[in-house]
């Protein structure tokens, strides 16, 4: 009786074995088919599906349904960062430390000047054009360019938290925000943007104005909006988080102006609709000669400001990289 209990666990031992073995696990989400090369000298830049983490800080096109395409993607003269940003959803200040090891504190990103470029010389472009199933969402096509990336760049990486120099995001008066940043309304269900739109200008018009200015015609997103009331550009989301708004501002401010990671220490939960517009150039920019009057705006139409402090960051580490094998 004990000899037939053993062979039946040996049985049962070396079935599970076999059903262990020939089980297949998850399939990794990948391209049907796909192809890379490099870019050609002085070809326009262009991408059919948004190459970035889903949230935009120039002007919304309208015909930018920030979709994957049907699942073709399409993309010229594009530097290998931007795939990067796209495949990982990079927030806008780990995109800044990945390019350009700018922020103290923080490790360098590993990656190289051809992958990167820099403030004053350009990245190596690629063209990329790839196939998946129709329904395949935007998400699911970041899982697949991460394959992709590492199948044809040899791209190996991961992140690393380092407690570094911040600013901290925080309301200049407990539980009150400014007149150009309110909680964003239930009755707004933020359609997609409309592609029928007669006239050019129209792609650089919100949808409707709301109670803090014009926004933009989709929810998510930063964005550059013209209002209807002046010819000045400001800065405008629908339905945000004030997570994202803070991870984006060194991107809409500078670098020069904002030196430092931007964290969110409002207390503030839920979604927002805010905009704000402050004087500058793209000379202030570099400069940083457009801090004073940005945080200056932050106050009087937010109600916010920065802090300096500390905190643990997560940013992008590239072990490996290496230039693309042949189709």
Request: aromatic share 8%.
């Amino acid at each position: 009786m004990h000899s037939l209990g053993f062979k039946l666990s040996v049985c049962i031992l070396t079935a599970a074995s076999a059903l262990a073995q020939t089980t297949p696990g998850p399939v990794p989400l990948a391209f049907d088919v796909a192809s890379v090369r490099p870019g050609k000298p002085g070809a326009p830049q262009h991408t059919n599906v948004p190459l970035d983490a889903g949230n935009v800080y120039a002007t919304i096109g309208p015909d930018d349904a920030r979709t994957a395409a049907g699942g073709l993607l399409v993309a010229t003269h594009q530097p290998l960062w931007r795939y990067i940003v796209f495949a990982y959803k990079l927030s806008a200040t780990q995109e800044m430390a990945l390019r350009f090891n700018y922020f103290a504190g923080l490790p360098k990103s590993g990656a190289p000047s051809w992958v990167t470029g820099g403030f004053d010389f350009s990245a190596d472009p690629f063209d990329i054009s790839a196939r998946a199933p129709a329904d395949t969402s935007i998400d699911q096509m970041r899982l697949m360019m991460q394959a992709l990336l590492a199948e044809r760049f040899h791209l190996a990486l991961h992140f690393q938290t380092a407690d570094a120099p911040a600013f901290a995001l925080t309301l200049v008066h407990p539980g009150a925000t400014g007149p150009n940043l309110r909680p964003h309304p239930a009755s707004d269900t933020c359609g997609p943007p409309t592609p029928q739109l007669d006239q050019p200008t129209a792609a650089h018009r919100a949808s409707a104005p709301s109670a803090v200015g014009d926004l933009p015609p989709v929810c998510g997103v930063i964005a550059h909006v013209q209002s209807s009331g002046d010819l000045h550009d400001h800065n405008a989301a629908r339905a945000i988080p004030l997570s994202l708004l803070a991870t984006s501002l060194p991107t809409m401010v500078g670098l020069a102006a904002i030196p430092r990671p931007v964290v969110d220490q409002t207390g503030l939960s839920g979604l927002y609709d805010f905009t704000l517009h402050w004087n500058w150039t793209p000379a202030d920019a570099e400069t940083g000669d457009n801090a004073a009057a940005f945080r200056e705006a932050l106050k009087a139409q937010l109600g916010l400001e920065l802090k300096p402090t500390h905190a643990p960051l997560s940013f992008l580490i590239v072990d490996r990289v290496e230039h693309p094998s042949e189709n």
